[in-house]
């Protein structure tokens, strides 16, 4: 196991995150207790220390059951993370009942990583918010030795994290982005980890492999990597695109079963990291994956001021892209939720005038009636 340091310590490179745990027929609430206590053991036996759940994953079970598997071991032994579930609006005045619930299911007397959960459009306001509280008493348990190492997580754009930096920043010391080499530069990764990079704070990796989206490529794609690297499986080069970037310290996997931890194991045996060769190749294969998906807006804003409604078009075409590219999932709904009803994908009318001046020639209209259907399911 290769290890990264981090101020004092001596962090595992590869972390086991904990949402993805084996369930029970199906059911994310069921986690397979036996399983997971399997998966631990395996992860303890062979070097990884870090281990990341949180308020929300497998219906609140999450934390139990790994603070049931960890108990087994001592304290000294491991680094432990959860994270103030800032996600739902309805938890922000529950900063001090939800982190001595934390404690409890998590059987610590402290957490050694803790994490606003989830800076985003949706609740950047909330988190601001002095009335809540919420930064000033997680200071205050850091001040009382119950945190050790205070950060966040964020799935927001790169304005979001700008705006939660200018509050907080000076006492963050680590942050959580997606990272991948699809996200690179589809979800502006790059840009996240270039804005902490002026920080001064490291950068934590979720969704390494895109919920598995990474794992397999087509098989041109495959074959052009194996080309560069013969005896490197497919999904080891996403770990390998991280270990290329410097200002990365901890690579959080939500392994769900004991192949997928021996693989990511085996990988983090050593640093292989690319050379401009191999980045170049891999973040080609990546503009071709979502290029298949989504439509080509660079963002020139002509459209813009030819909307009569007024909507940030660019904006929404990029949540059209990553909602249409996931197929699905949280972020898009998640982001326009902090946008008015009035300036939502639903209130074009379809006039077609900002197509008249858009240099890609994308039919905005028939993309927003589409986004509309997809949102609704």
Same mark, same amino acid.
């Given at each position: ?7 004092? /310590? ?13 369930? $029970? ?14 998966? $631990? ?26 603070? +049931? ?6 304290? *000294? =032994? &491991? ?19 939800? &982190? ?8 610590? *007397? ?6 606003? !959960?989830?800076? %985003? ?8 918010? *002095? =009335? ?22 964020? !799935? ?8 939660? @930096?200018?509050?907080?920043? +000076? ?13 690179? #530069? ?27 989206? @990474? $794992?397999? /490529? ?7 990597? !194996?080309? /560069? ?12 695109? @991280? ?8 690579? @959080? ?24 060769? *191999? ?10 994956? #979502? ?8 963002? %020139?804003?002509?459209?813009?001021? !030819? %909307? ?16 249409s590219f996931t197929q699905g999932g949280f972020i898009a ?37 589409? &986004? ?6």
């Open positions: 196991m290769v290890y990264r340091e981090f101020q004092d /310590l001596k962090l595992s490179g590869l972390g086991m995150g904990a949402m993805r745990l084996p369930v $029970v027929e199906g059911d994310d609430g069921k986690i397979d207790q036996q399983k997971a206590f399997e998966m $631990v053991d395996y992860a303890m036996a062979h070097g990884i220390n870090y281990y990341d759940t949180a308020w929300g994953y497998h219906g609140g079970n999450s934390e139990l059951v790994m603070g +049931k598997a960890l108990a087994r071991y001592p304290r *000294e =032994k &491991f680094y432990l993370a959860t994270k103030f579930p800032g996600y739902d609006l309805s938890n922000m005045d529950k900063v001090k009942e939800i &982190f001595e619930k934390q404690l409890e299911k998590c059987q610590v *007397e402290y957490f050694d990583f803790y994490l606003f !959960h989830n800076a %985003c459009e949706m609740n950047i306001d909330a988190y601001l918010d *002095e =009335k809540y509280g919420i930064y000033q008493y997680l200071m205050e348990q850091k001040k009382a030795g119950r945190i050790r190492h205070l950060g966040f997580s964020a !799935h927001g754009s790169v304005e979001v994290m700008k705006r939660f @930096l200018e509050a907080y920043g +000076k006492d963050m010391e680590f942050c959580q982005i997606q990272l991948n080499y699809l996200d690179w #530069t589809f979800q502006d990764a790059r840009g996240k980890v270039e804005l902490l990079k002026q920080y001064g704070i490291p950068v934590w990796v979720m969704e390494p492999v895109r919920g598995g989206r @990474l $794992v397999s /490529l087509a098989a041109a794609d495959e074959e052009k990597l !194996h080309a /560069l690297r013969p005896d490197e499986k497919t999904v080891a080069w996403a770990f390998r695109f @991280l270990q290329t970037i410097p200002e990365v310290k901890m690579v @959080l996997s939500g392994m769900s079963n004991m192949e997928q931890m021996q693989e990511n194991i085996r990988t983090f045996e050593e640093d292989r990291p690319l050379n401009k060769e *191999e980045m170049d190749t891999l973040l080609s294969i990546a503009d071709g994956m #979502t290029k298949k998906t989504t439509v080509p807006c660079t963002a %020139c804003h002509y459209c813009v001021s !030819h %909307c009569p409604q007024g909507l940030d078009i660019p904006s929404l075409l990029a949540l059209y892209n990553e909602h709904p998640m982001a326009l939720s902090a946008v008015p009803e009035d300036k939502r994908p639903n209130a074009c009318i379809g006039c077609r005038s900002c197509e008249a001046v858009c240099p890609q020639q994308i039919k905005v209209s028939e993309v927003m009636t589409d &986004f509309v259907s997809k949102l609704e399911g």
